[in-house]
């Protein structure tokens, strides 16, 4: 275990006494490896899981432009993270296609040495960003779909927005090379779990890569109830009964996804099973919201303000300072302790800290 020593003036005024030493571990032994960013709180979609209409309507305040982290203070900090040993970052949202050059803050990020650079987005711009967005050095893209059944997708999404359009942002992102392209299906019980088998259908053979998410308790707005999880078991069950499908190990330590492969070498697919499987012992995440406040856990009730070092002209030695001392303390372990009275916390909802 290597252990980085922490020196005096890292500490800022105010701060707990640190450990003085820093083994990149937090206090379940869980090493800093990925940064989810989240670069808006906006969304042109209302999916019913994650931005309900009844919680996100037409008065919903979403953040001031004057509260966003600026490009630069978000490449500040994704330098801080990398040299603090984070492999990979991600950026999300909200639809992080919708914040206004994008492309640029992609380019920033790509000159750090050593990440993969990756990005979330349900898809509806791609057609038309894919290009750009391979030209400024964004490595893969991962594409929210979760149906293909039209009607049942306009739904979910609760925009009326054809799934068409999601399938040729696909394509122009496999074109591009942003490949191999993931797609994200959260499955709901009773809404779109009919549709499992025709996503798996599709795909197979094309080189992307389905992955199922088991509907999680996200936030305080989406009404979640346990009733409505599908088990990825069952996902898989289901796959298999007509297309064989064969375990394969992790690609990496700490991949949220099982995966399978189908016995006919026509691909592979993935089952995220916070729910039913949870996977806190291994996790490596951490997310930075749109306005800056450092997140431990996607289940958090609270973040820490990173901004305001930012904006307090902090130096690099105090914001890491800053940031090893939160990994440090981090004990999170939500998906594990989960209950019906947790579901029901003030949790930070996933559209401002992102997936
Ligand atoms: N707007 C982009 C998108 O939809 O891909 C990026 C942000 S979205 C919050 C990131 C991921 O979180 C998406 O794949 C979405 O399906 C997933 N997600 C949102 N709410 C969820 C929930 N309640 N349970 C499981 N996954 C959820
Ligand atoms: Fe928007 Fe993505 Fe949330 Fe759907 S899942 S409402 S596309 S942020
Ligand atoms: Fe990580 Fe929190 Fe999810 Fe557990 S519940 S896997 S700690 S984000």
């Given amino acids: 275990m290597t252990i980085i020593p922490i020196r005096p003036e890292h500490r800022l005024p105010g701060m707990e006494p640190m450990n003085p030493t820093w083994s990149g571990e937090d206090t379940r032994g869980r090493t800093l490896r990925d940064l989810r960013i989240s670069v808006t709180d906006r969304c042109n979609f209302r999916c019913v899981y994650c931005m309900p209409k009844t919680a996100f309507g037409h008065d919903h305040a979403f953040l001031p432009r004057s509260e966003l982290l600026s490009f630069e203070e978000i490449t500040r900090i994704a330098r801080l993270f990398a040299a603090r040993g984070v492999k990979k970052i991600r950026l ?113 053979g094309t080189g992307h890569i389905v992955r199922f998410i088991e509907y999680m308790d996200v936030g305080s707005k989406n009404g979640w109830k346990l009733d409505e999880v599908l088990p990825s ?41 916070s729910v039913t499987q949870a996977f806190c012992a291994t996790c490596t995440r951490v997310r930075l919201s749109t306005d800056g406040r450092l997140y431990t856990c996607l289940f958090a009730e609270a973040g820490h303000d990173l901004r305001g070092l930012l904006r307090g002209k902090a130096t690099d030695l105090q914001l890491d300072a800053a940031i090893a001392r939160i990994w440090h303390a981090r004990r999170d372990n939500y998906s594990e302790i989960r209950t019906a009275e947790t579901a029901g916390l003030q949790k930070v909802e996933m559209s401002y800290i992102g997936g």
């Fill in 233 to 273: 078991e069952e996902v898989v069950r289901r796959i298999a009964a007509e297309f064989p499908l064969e375990a394969i190990a992790p690609d990496y330590p700490g991949e949220v996804a099982q995966r399978w492969v189908y016995e006919d070498g026509s691909g592979e697919i993935g089952a995220i099973s």
């Fill in 92 to 204: 999300t949202g909200g639809e992080p296609l919708l914040r206004h050059g994008i492309e640029n803050l992609i380019a920033m990020l790509a000159e750090i040495p050593g990440l993969d650079l990756t990005l979330t987005t349900n898809g509806s711009l791609l057609a038309k960003k894919a290009q750009a967005l391979k030209a400024a050095g964004l490595k893969r893209v991962t594409v929210s779909l979760d149906s293909l059944d039209d009607r049942v997708f306009r739904a979910m999404n609760d925009v009326d927005f054809p799934v068409e359009r999601v399938l040729e942002g696909i394509e122009a992102a496999a074109e591009a090379g942003l490949g191999p392209v993931k797609i994200n299906m959260v499955v709901k019980r009773g809404t779109n779990d009919a549709g499992i088998v025709d996503l798996a259908r599709h795909f197979r």
